[in-house]
């Protein structure tokens, strides 16, 4: 029997990052691709990412976070799930500052005193092959990379860097008149990334500001992307366009990105909302087959 079949899960978004929690730490089994396609269909919970909690392994972490996109590939980081995630944990412990483990790596969380909550996503990765990249690039502050004619191309030269998960930054004066519907996916699937990539538009409006889209791997386009939100952050700072504090506006709301100094940590906060509970019918995971 699927892992999920008649699996209690609870409807959460952040910025309107459709997220779905499963709690497997009571009686964990493991998800399957075809499985989490199935709760993404219409008849189960539609959602970007599905964060699945396991037993933790690491001393001092919460639980384990297994990470699922919608077309049932795995991810490597989703920071408004974790905010997800750490809202829940929190109310079920009372505690306000948590750690969980998330691709081999250990996240902090903690709640703001407004309610928001901030996600320590780590440091980033500029490395080409801890991307990665299909082939070496010294500089990854800009790449070679274009789509549309060669004399006149629609978008080119991306920042590049990993948050947990691929990103590629495309530089736009206007994150909205491109049609990213068409565009995400021929870069998604680029060979130059051999894990596919998150494809994202970012405006600077000013050394605080910066406004994306995102067409998210695995998932499509999305109303918000905290790891995105980061990327984008982190490599308008290594291009000095923006200070290492930045308002990220999506469009689903704004997050705010701290690439700390002391340690290059990126520190992401923002708000959570809960949607509502359910359960998983196992007649969906029968059709999956």
């Known amino acids: 029997m699927s892992a999920l079949a008649n699996r209690a899960f609870v409807k959460m978004n952040g910025l309107g990052n459709e997220i779905v929690v499963v ?14 396609r199935a709760a993404a269909s219409p008849e189960g919970a539609p959602y970007d990412q599905l964060m699945a909690l396991y037993p933790p392994r690491k001393p001092g972490t919460e639980s384990l976070v297994r990470i699922f996109n919608s077309d049932g590939s795995a991810a490597g980081a989703c920071g408004n799930g974790m905010r997800c995630v750490a809202s829940l944990i929190a109310t079920e412990t009372g505690r306000d500052r948590l750690a969980f ?23 980033p990765r ?9 082939e070496e690039f010294r500089d990854t ?29 495309f530089w736009v004066e206007d994150v909205n008149a491109y049609d990213l519907a068409r565009l995400g996916p021929m870069l998604e699937h680029h060979p130059i990334f051999p894990q596919r990539a998150n494809i994202t538009l970012c405006a600077v409006k000013s050394r605080e500001h910066i406004v994306i889209r995102t067409w998210e791997r695995g998932a499509g386009l999305t109303k918000a992307c905290g790891s995105a939100a980061c990327a984008a952050a982190v490599a ?12 990220v506006s999506l469009p689903g709301g704004d997050l705010l ?12 906060t923002g708000p959570v909302e809960f949607e509502f509970e359910g359960r998983f019918d196992p ?5 999956a087959g």
């Open 257 to 268: 990105i701290e690439w700390r100094e002391r340690d290059d940590h990126v520190l992401m």
């Open 126 to 134: 500029f490395a080409w092959n801890e991307i990665p990249l299909a």
């Open 236 to 247: 308008a700072a290594r291009l000095k366009r923006t200070g290492r504090k930045v308002r």
């Open 283 to 287: 007649a969906l995971f029968a059709k």
């Open 141 to 169: 502050r800009a790449i070679e990379l274009q789509i549309g004619p060669i004399d006149k191309p629609v978008l080119h030269s991306p920042s590049v860097v990993s948050m947990g998960n691929p990103h590629a930054i």
């Open 101 to 123: 483990e998330v691709d081999g790596r250990v996240l902090e969380t903690w709640k703001n005193p407004d309610g928001t909550f901030t996600v320590d996503m780590g440091a």
């Open 23 to 36: 709690d497997m730490r009571s009686d964990s089994g493991a998800i399957g691709a075809d499985e989490a």
